[in-house]
């Protein structure tokens, strides 16, 4: 069966439902095939393209974190159940490597959650918005642990500014000066938690 003679339109639904597993198992077989043959590098290259211009379909959770050791940073990604070897931000030649893969994987995706942990490096941030590019994110999910935390966290907002059609939802680790509220960006749940309280916070729309 020729699977790239189906329809364009049942191709789309179908990619749509492949893993990112899946979509990188048949990366992987466009290697492997694309070298025995002239038929089997057009074949190759076509899937090559049906993976890439694709839309993934809807994952429930996206997870970005960052890691600090020894003055190197590396990055933790997980979508969905796919886990992502860690990314070296201070090997420009890695970074450029994993958004290149990135892009050849799929050509956008819906996420339902995204958390974004740890992210107070400037390296880590501008990384995040190069990697979701045409990620559709419907609840953001990010914050701060210390109070010293929320200077570093102005530049986050400045980033979850790329997603202006999401729902944000905030976590602080202690209960901030109340003059400083209102700079905080429109959200529709705020959690608080410190030593002496937990508070959770939702606005309604």
């Known amino acids: 069966m020729d699977l790239l003679a189906l329809p364009d339109v049942f191709l789309r639904m179908l990619m749509r439902k492949m893993t990112i597993k899946d979509r990188l198992r048949l990366r992987l077989t466009c290697r492997s095939v694309g070298s025995d043959s002239d038929l089997s590098r057009v074949f190759s290259s076509a899937l090559e393209r049906l993976v890439a211009d694709s839309h993934a379909g809807f994952f429930p959770y996206l997870f970005l974190g960052s890691h600090e050791m020894d003055g190197w940073i590396d990055l933790i990604i997980h979508i969905d159940n796919a886990r992502f070897k860690r990314v070296e931000l201070d090997r420009e030649d890695k970074v450029e490597a994993f958004i290149h ?105």
Request: aromatic share 12%; glycine share 4%.
């Open 101 to 205: 893969m990135r892009h050849r994987l799929f050509s956008g995706i819906s996420i339902g959650y995204f958390e974004m942990k740890n992210h107070n490096d400037n390296r880590a941030l501008d990384f995040a918005i190069k990697l979701l590019d045409n990620f559709e994110i419907k609840r953001l999910c990010t914050g701060a642990s210390y109070e010293e935390d929320l200077e570093k966290y102005e530049t986050k907002l400045q980033h979850m500014s790329h997603f202006p059609l999401c729902k944000y939802q905030l976590t602080l680790g202690f209960l901030p000066e109340s003059a400083k509220l209102p700079a905080f960006p429109a959200m529709d749940v705020l959690s608080i938690s410190s030593n002496y309280t937990r508070v959770l916070v939702s606005f309604p729309g």
